[in-house]
């Protein structure tokens, strides 16, 4: 594996320590969840990973390692607890693992923070372990949570979904996902198990405990990945990532180059 600049894991310490503050650090938030027949369980954590080492190349900014474990899966979003391999943490334990890499990262000096998130369910754990960070910690640092796909436009939205859009709850391993598999990482998308066939079936839009059996698809894909192709996923990726830039930009105006 080649040495890549932007990851802060293959830095030596002089390099970090030279780099502080002078550039952003992007932490990636993922989830282990079942990502249907034709996906791995990774797919929350190396979307934003990826995002992150695209837009550390149009903007001065280190990749942290990814936290890959996330807040517990919801039916509605992720297919829920009950598929074999979703492995997820409780609310708590998010926001204690971002609190503490905030506070950590600020306490060496490193005052801009994105914590780049790929999985729903962790919105609200992870920035509250940024506001307990600043709140009970006393980290001097300026955090900004960013979902990748709110920053999806409308005119990608009707360029991908001419059909019409389900929301992004529904869009789970489905088109939007599949297709920046595709272009970050063919070789983990499993093109022949892809369901062609199955048919869009909302889950409810309320919860319920215990979870209940056979909410979502068997499957475990929440709208359809019928279309996903590498150059819809090279799209998504190139604005996707341009969104990012703008946001570093405007929030952290100093660093830019
Ligand atoms: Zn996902
Ligand atoms: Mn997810």
Do not use: C
């Not at 894991?9 to 990636?28: G, M, S, Y």
């Not at 936290?67 to 297919?79: C, D, E, M």
């Not at 009950?82 to 693992?97: E, H, Q, Y």
Request: net charge negative.
């Amino acid at each position: 594996m080649p040495r890549d600049q932007r990851r802060l894991d293959h830095l030596t310490w002089p390099e970090f320590k030279e780099r502080v503050n002078r550039t952003a650090v992007i932490v990636p938030l993922g989830a282990v969840e079942q990502h249907g027949y034709h996906l791995p369980l990774g797919v929350d954590g190396q979307l934003p990973f990826h995002l992150a080492l695209e837009a550390a190349s149009r903007f001065p900014a280190m990749v942290a390692p990814p936290v890959w474990y996330g807040y517990k899966s919801q039916p509605r979003s992720g297919g829920g607890g009950r598929f074999p391999g979703t492995i997820s943490l409780d609310g708590g334990t998010l926001t204690d693992i971002a609190r503490d890499l905030i506070a950590d990262l600020a306490r060496q000096g490193q005052n801009a923070i994105v914590l780049l998130n790929g999985h729903m369910e962790n919105t609200a754990f992870s920035g509250e372990g940024a506001d307990l960070a600043l709140r009970d910690r006393g980290a001097q640092a300026k955090v900004v949570l960013i979902n990748w796909w709110e920053h999806v436009g409308p005119d990608v939205i009707d360029r991908l979904f001419p059909e019409g859009f389900p929301g992004w709850e529904a869009e789970h391993a489905s088109l939007t996902e599949t297709s920046l598999m595709a272009h970050f990482l063919p070789d983990l998308v499993l093109q022949d198990r892809l369901q062609q066939d199955e048919e869009f079936r909302p889950v409810p839009a309320y919860s319920v405990w215990p979870e209940p059996i056979g909410l979502v698809p068997e499957s475990g894909v929440l709208y359809q990945a019928t279309g996903a192709s590498a150059a819809k996923g090279a799209l998504l990726a190139d604005h996707i990532a341009g969104e990012i830039v703008s946001i570093l930009r405007a929030e952290f105006p100093d660093l830019a180059d």
